[in-house]
């Protein structure tokens, strides 16, 4: 792994880079995957993550858990998000096999992907504290004591700000002529 050969060389600091990257590659994964819906990408956004961490392994705190997944799960989160930007701005094509799919389970998929595209869109635009309850709680689907011990707040302001992230992304999706 290419991080690996960038944290300093003593073995404790190999063996520490090597136990968060043990604890937290699965659930990097997860968050990356749910944002792109690719393993490729996916497992890239996972890689550039644990490459911003070796390059500020000395700068951070890599005995508190807690904080280094925190830091790890925002970065995987923006390395994802700069993929599905690039992919965006990106002309795709998609093949659609209709011997596989029936008509209405393609304008199912496809009005389906349209609203995941939207959510993702109106998240982003929330100020962070909300968004980044959002992407943890929905995208990267952790638990809100995760969350609350992650971020270094209590369950409670979690349950809190979900709820006004939700209200706030129902006003969003109401003023574009959208109704839950």
Do not use: W
């Not at 951070?60 to 995987?76: H, K, Q």
């Not at 992919?87 to 992907?113: F, G, M, P």
């Not at 952790?142 to 992304?169: C, F, P, Q, W, Y």
Request: include cysteine; charge should be negative.
């Amino acid at each position: 792994m290419l991080a690996l050969c960038m944290i300093p060389e003593t073995p404790e600091a190999q063996n520490r880079f090597e136990y968060i990257y043990n604890s937290n590659r699965n659930i990097m994964y997860n968050c990356a995957y749910s944002i792109l819906s690719d393993v490729s990408s996916a497992e890239d956004a996972v890689s550039d993550a644990f490459v911003s961490l070796a390059r500020n392994f000395d700068k951070l705190d890599t005995d508190d858990n807690s904080r280094i997944r925190s830091y790890l799960m925002i970065t995987v989160r923006n390395a994802a998000f700069k993929q599905y930007n690039k992919r965006k701005r990106e002309v795709v094509s998609e093949d659609i096999y209709l011997d596989t799919e029936t008509e209405d389970n393609i304008a199912v998929n496809t009005e389906n992907k349209q609203i995941h595209k939207l959510l993702f869109e109106k998240v982003k635009l929330l100020d962070k504290k909300y968004g980044d309850i959002i992407m943890l709680r929905y995208y990267c689907d952790m638990k809100e004591k995760d969350i609350a011990d992650d971020l270094g707040i209590s369950t409670e302001n979690v349950k809190i700000r979900l709820h006004r992230a939700k209200a706030m992304l129902k006003k969003m999706l109401s003023e574009e002529g959208y109704h839950a």
